[in-house]
């Protein structure tokens, strides 16, 4: 790197050196010296609009706005003369002479730069005798976001945040001058997934939080330093808890993850932590209903159940929801204290698909792909899945990065995608074998129908000739019809521009499970079971080194009768499993199945034992991102009633079994995991394994429509849903609404469906209701399906021995004759 | 007085029709201009000493060669038609008259800069205008004078006519160029933002006024030699209280008398109180200040702070004006337009709306006449453009000049001046 040029300035009569193209705001703030300032934010560019930050310079007749002004050799800079304390003060009491100060109800009120400033810089009185303004209050900008006019100091930052920063455009200025108010577009609900950022930035009460407001004040919350665990992306969090409640989640800053920024989800979807519904005690299952019972009596009862049975009879679910440790206890305590081989966290996982045969996670850096100059989203909708990503991304393209699309329903970026191939269910796979072909330098193959092959050529070449391009598959493409040759065309892909293929799968810890060793066919650390098998005999006992059954197999081998017990721990198969009926079909025929969760979700309601857990957010110990970085999370909250961690669970069952797992404490078994984990660390990355990839074949015929149901059903993410999580943090579950399918115009016209009006689809296998959202970004003959809503799950509708599903979707009110 | 040209044919009925245009003389010198480089085109307007007659005066020829030369940078001429400064009506009556005559110097000094496209913004109220250059622009394109290959030239040239959303913000450039990309009318930072250098879609941009355009017309017409010798002429939009409102071409440097005697005097043999010489932006002057010559330099040199040439326009008042009442609506009016991204300004303006309406309805407080310059000093080099910058000059010279009406209103809670003439 060259060396930058630097420029020597005097502020305050203290010579500084700045790197050129540095302002007089950020030579002084770093230099310690305060300067006011409210319309610049740091990772903005200088607007210059509130007038907060004057300076005085020398040789310049007026006042200079220091967040605007390059700092210059030989520059001389007061920020503290007489002349500049009037300027402040007039600013200030400009500001003040339309806000309402109504500090004592305001949730900015303790930690709001314009009280801060005021009191630092202020007149300290005000000349304005007249009426202030005054407006109907407060404005409800969509379920998260409240806007409190009179409060607002128009500088711009929260519209300037959708702009640059998330590129959604979601507040906008409207009305002009003293009228200025800041609204969204059309004024419909906020369309964002990052406006939680705006209140973080606010420097007024102006924008807050429905979810916060009157909650509490900032020096009632006692900030504790976590790890948000929601999808995987791990940013840094700070919760806020006020006695026994965390009343907000706030991002910390973090440059390799999440920089300052959070998603909506982050901050809004904690909520269900101190949910009423959460379980509390041990339930047992008793003349057909569950009764609550001890934990003695509960744990008596599956060590009896244990008994009876042996090792290879047992077989455990989940595990995504853990933590690094509770993971890894889990993996000993299945493997040395139960003796199975038969545990897998990948209970989403289709069976036969490339999901299966591929490492989840990322070898790119996420602070890289702000660096990317492409950017190739596989079946991989970025902004439903890993929101935060985007906002990286975002930053790629603004320096001219390209961003390439193959994926079955246009995204939500769309507007940012350079090219997008919007394909057929089943023709990903051709898509993506030409684009490689194009990269390749060999003449494209026949592009599939409706995909522009000179679009291909021009996306191919963009991609050929990136030096830091970014390739990521998602599960869309994973669990295509065709995914083993997207799997294939991407891997190749990858090969010839020189780049690692990011598996974009997994939520919550999924990562840190698969690394603990959650796994049928690995050791903790993604080694072979036979070459950690010494190490762990000596940490563990005598276990188990045999390669187990993967999830899908192991539902095959409750169905079969081949199971007397399955855990299942922090998953809600019912919901979780790609294909309900199978498991009904598996829990039909087993004799016994413990659920460890913090809510009687819908597979806990089938359970013979419900053991109260924890969730993160109560939980001391590590968990790891998609990117393998291992953090920390902390116990915000102790948790209700009765209810454990989960390792301890786990531990304490162990002694019922006569084994001893025993640590005094998260740190332990982290140390003990470094042992066997190589690379593990705080706020280190755990690497990648990447298995061999297949060769492309020729494309598959895609299935054709069978009688009677003519879409094919496309199954997606939606980040905001109504889960068992999601439903249960009302403002995740406002912004979800209900839930919903997106059809083609043309479709919806066939069958008269209208936006908004309900709709029922139907597959062989069953049927779900759903709101109908109409719109081109998916093609005619689909129907886009979000997981995720419980109400409508869209495992009800799958059978996973067929590669496609087709689908009827009927009006359920015929719409009205316009 | 030389005899007006740039006013020469604006009262004539088919001044607008090309035939009539070309008849006169009209797109010679665009032949002319053709046929030489651009950058000799430039030189011409420079020794011209032709200066922006938007308001900023700024010398157009420098202003150009601030363009980058680069033949593979797009470059693009935006013609500042937003007339908007309150008092002024000259790029009105040229485009209304004689709208060939800015179509013809749009082309040259397109040429002048290498732009491929030239835009109009154009003031949405204008629609006579706006019927005017629009056939005015079909007529010179299927005559060949826009489009491709100009008079077989090779030069190639677009002018797009934009109209925009009424607000007086946009006349100030920055703002204008984001209007013209579709957003709200709001100043951008300089530095960077130099249109020079990043203007409309952050390409190099030229922004000239419709007046000065219409001068390059004359210049390439007539030659520059000839141009000078016309004494640098100037439209001024005279209004108020004078017998014959209109737009005087006058040479630059006559004095505020003179043009008001051009315009036959105060109207009804009354008594001259105040005038704003450069339009609402321009600090007000009394009757002592009525032989400043009105050009670039001498305005701002005299002992009123903020007074300047600005767009020419010369607003008379005569004794029945009640200054409180005139400056108080003048504050309004930058109350309406501020466009609110800096604090000052959308405040500032506000706060005197509010402290004058009192004022003017019997609720004056003597501490309110420190209050308005506290108000107006808190304005004063703090804004970010300069639209809040215009509203300190003439509060303050008002408050010296006419103080003892403040005062009368503060103490009697009613108006001498509109009792005196009510009748």
């Given at each position: 790197m060259s060396e930058q040029p630097t420029v020597t300035l005097t502020i305050d009569g203290k010579a500084l050196s700045a790197h050129k193209g540095t302002t007089v705001y950020q030579a002084a703030t770093r230099a310690g010296i305060e300067i006011p300032i409210f319309c610049?934010?740091?990772r903005m560019p200088p607007l210059?609009?509130?007038?907060?930050?004057l300076v005085k310079v020398e040789k310049q007749p007026k006042l200079q706005t220091s967040c605007t002004l390059e700092a210059a050799d030989g520059m001389v800079v007061y920020t503290d003369t007489p002349e500049v304390k009037a300027g402040q003060e007039a600013i200030l009491e400009f500001l003040l002479i339309?806000?309402?100060?109504d500090c004592p109800i305001?949730?900015?009120?303790?930690?709001c730069p314009l009280q801060d400033q005021t009191y630092k810089?202020?007149?300290?009185?005000?000349r304005f005798v007249e009426a202030k303004r005054d407006f109907a209050?407060?404005?409800?900008?969509?379920p998260a976001l409240v806007l409190d006019r009179e409060r607002?100091?128009?500088?711009?930052r929260c519209v300037r945040f959708g702009e640059i920063?998330?590129?959604?455009?979601a507040l906008k200025g409207f009305e002009r001058g003293f009228s200025s108010e800041i609204n969204t577009p059309f004024t419909l609900p906020v369309q964002s997934k990052f406006i939680g950022n705006t209140i973080a930035i606010c420097?007024?009460?102006?924008l807050t939080a429905k979810s916060y407001?009157?909650?509490?004040?900032p020096w009632d919350n006692r900030p504790v330093q976590s790890t948000c665990?929601?999808?995987?992306?791990g940013c840094a969090v700070e919760f806020d808890v006020r006695g026994e409640r965390i009343t907000r989640t706030r991002a910390r800053e973090h440059p390799a993850v999440n920089d300052i920024w959070l998603c909506d989800l982050g901050f809004?979807?904690?909520?269900?932590?101190?949910?009423?519904?959460?379980?509390r005690r041990p339930l047992m299952r008793r003349e057909g209903g569950f009764v609550e019972t001890t934990w003695d009596e509960a744990l008596s009862q599956i060590a009896s159940r244990l008994g009876?049975?042996?090792?290879?009879?047992v077989a455990m679910l989940g595990?995504?929801?853990?933590?690094n440790e509770d993971a890894y206890v889990a993996t000993r305590f299945f493997?040395?204290?139960?003796?199975?081989?038969?545990?897998?966290?990948?209970?989403?996982a289709r069976p036969q698909s490339p999901d299966l045969a591929v490492s989840w996670g990322?070898?790119?850096a996420i602070a890289d792909l702000a660096l990317a100059d492409c950017v190739v989203l596989i079946g991989c909708d970025i902004t439903e899945?890993?929101?935060?990503l985007w906002l990286r991304m975002k930053q790629a393209t603004e320096r001219g990065a390209t961003i390439i699309a193959v994926t079955p329903k246009a995204l939500e970026i769309q507007r940012f995608?350079?090219?997008?191939?919007?394909?057929?269910?089943?023709q990903g796979g051709a898509v993506m074998l030409a684009l490689a072909d194009a990269v390749r330098g060999t003449a494209p193959r026949e592009a599939p129908q409706g995909i522009d092959r000179t679009a291909l050529a021009a996306a191919a070449k963009a991609l050929g000739s990136a030096s830091r391009p970014v390739v990521m598959i998602g599960r869309t493409a994973l669990d295509a019809p065709d995914g083993w040759q997207m799997l294939a065309a991407s891997g190749e892909m990858c090969r010839k521009t020189g780049t690692e293929l990011n598996v974009m799968r997994g939520k919550g810890n999924a990562f840190g499970a698969t690394a603990a060793g959650l796994l049928p066919d690995v050791a903790p650390g993604g080694r072979a079971l036979a070459d950690a098998a010494s190490e762990l005999r000596q940490a563990w006992g005598s276990l188990t080194t045999e390669a187990g059954m993967t999830a899908p197999e192991i539902l095959d081998a409750a169905v079969a009768g081949g199971l007397d017990v399955l855990f299942v721990i922090g998953a809600d198969l019912a919901n979780d499993v790609p294909d309900r009926e199978r498991w009904r079909a598996a829990r039909a025929r087993l004799p016994f199945l413990v659920v460890q969760d913090a809510f009687l979700t819908e597979t806990a309601q089938m359970a013979d034992v419900v053991l109260p857990a924890l969730v993160a957010a109560e939980k001391d110990g590590t968990v790891t991102s998609i990117e393998g970085r291992v953090q920390r999370v902390r116990a915000a909250v102790s948790g209700p009633g009765d209810a454990r961690g989960d390792w301890a669970i786990l531990a304490a069952l162990a002694a019922r079994l006569g084994k001893t797992i025993a640590y005094s404490g998260w740190e332990e078994i982290f140390n003990e995991m470094r042992g066997l984990i190589?690379?593990?660390?705080?706020d280190e990355r755990l690497p990648v394994r990447h298995p061999p990839l297949g060769k492309p074949s020729e494309p598959e015929r895609p299935a054709s429509a069978a009688g009677g149901f003519p879409l094919i059903l496309i199954p997606g993410e939606a980040l905001f849903d109504r889960g068992v999580l999601t439903s249960r943090s009302p403002t995740i579950a406002d912004l979800a609404g209900e839930p919903w399918a997106m059809l083609h115009p043309d479709d919806a016209g066939t069958i008269d469906a209208a936006d908004g009006e309900p709709v029922v689809i139907t597959s062989a296998r069953g049927s779900v209701a759903v709101r109908a959202r109409i719109s081109p970004v998916v093609l005619p003959g689909h129907v886009f399906l979000p997981r995720g809503y419980d109400a409508a799950p869209v495992n009800t509708l799958?059978?996973?021995?067929?590669p496609v599903t087709f689908v009827q979707v009927r009006a359920l009110a015929p719409a009205a004759p316009s | 007085m030389p005899e007006s040209f740039?006013?020469?044919?604006?009262?004539?009925?088919?001044?607008?029709d090309l035939e009539t245009y070309l008849s006169r003389g009209g797109y010679a010198g665009l032949r002319r201009a053709l046929s030489i480089a651009p950058e000799a085109v430039i030189d011409e307007v420079d020794k011209s000493g032709l200066r922006g007659?938007?308001?900023?005066?700024?010398?157009t020829g420098r202003k150009w060669r601030?363009?980058?030369?680069?033949?593979?940078i797009t470059r693009y001429l935006v013609v500042?038609?937003?007339?908007?400064?309150?008092?002024?009506f000259k790029d009105r009556t040229l485009m209304e008259g004689d709208p060939h005559q800015l179509i013809e110097g749009i082309i040259i000094s397109s040429y002048a800069i290498g732009a491929r496209h030239a835009f109009i913004y154009l003031r949405r109220e204008f629609s006579t205008a706006r019927d005017a250059l629009t056939g005015a622009i079909a007529q010179a394109r299927s005559a060949g004078y826009?489009?491709?290959?100009i008079l077989r030239s090779g030069y190639d040239l677009e002018i797009v006519l934009a109209t925009g959303?009424?607000?007086?913000?946009?006349?100030e450039e920055t703002a204008l160029l984001e209007s013209l990309e579709g957003r709200r009318a709001m100043p951008r930072l300089k530095p960077p933002f130099y249109p020079a250098v990043?203007?409309?879609?952050m390409q190099p941009t030229a922004v000239n006024n419709v007046e000065t355009l219409c001068h390059v017309t004359w210049i390439f017409a007539k030659g520059y030699q000839w141009y000078k010798a016309q004494g640098t002429p100037i439209l001024i939009s005279v209004s108020g209280h004078v017998a014959r409102p209109g737009v005087y071409e006058v040479?630059?440097?006559?004095?505020i008398r003179k043009v008001i005697e051009l315009a036959g005097?105060?109207?009804?043999?009354r008594k001259f109180k105040a005038c704003f010489p450069g339009g609402s932006s321009s600090a007000i002057l009394p009757e002592?200040?009525?032989?400043?010559?009105?050009?670039y330099d001498a305005l701002p040199k005299v002992?009123?702070?903020?007074?300047?040439?600005?767009?020419?326009a010369l607003i008379v008042m005569d004794e029945t004006a009640c200054m409180v009442e005139i400056i108080g609506r003048t504050v309004e009016f930058y109350r309406d337009e501020?466009?609110?991204?800096?604090t000052p300004c959308r405040e500032g303006t506000v706060w005197l709306g509010q402290v004058f309406h009192r004022m003017l309805h019997g609720?004056?407080?003597?501490?309110d006449l420190d209050l308005l310059s506290g108000i107006a000093k808190g304005m004063t080099g703090t804004c970010f453009c300069p639209l809040g910058e215009s509203v300190p000059p003439s509060l303050n010279a008002s408050l010296r000049f006419f103080r003892h009406e403040y005062e009368h209103h503060i103490r009697t809670g009613r108006c001498d001046v509109r009792e005196k003439y009510a009748a």
């Open positions: 610049y934010h740091d210059g609009a509130c007038r907060m930050c339309n806000h309402p100060l305001c949730d900015k009120g303790g930690e810089f202020g007149p300290g009185r005000s209050k407060p404005v409800s900008l969509g607002c100091i128009l500088c711009w920063i998330a590129g959604d455009d420097p007024v009460g102006a407001r009157f909650i509490s004040r665990t929601l999808c995987g992306v809004f979807g904690h909520a269900f932590v101190d949910h009423t519904d959460r379980l009876r049975t042996s090792g290879p009879r595990g995504a929801r853990l933590t493997r040395a204290v139960v003796g199975t081989p038969h545990l897998d966290h990948r209970v989403d990322m070898g790119t899945t890993y929101p935060v995608v350079r090219w997008q191939f919007l394909h057929r269910s089943g190589p690379g593990l660390g705080i799958i059978d996973v021995n067929e | 740039l006013l020469k044919y604006i009262s004539e009925p088919d001044q607008a007659r938007g308001g900023a005066g700024f010398p601030f363009i980058p030369k680069d033949p593979a500042n038609a937003d007339e908007g400064e309150p008092g002024t826009l489009g491709r290959n959303a009424g607000a007086y913000m946009a006349g990043k203007g409309l879609y040479p630059l440097a006559t004095t005097g105060v109207r009804g043999g002592a200040y009525l032989d400043t010559p009105m050009d002992d009123v702070p903020g007074t300047m040439l600005g767009s020419a501020s466009c609110g991204k800096c609720q004056g407080r003597t501490e």
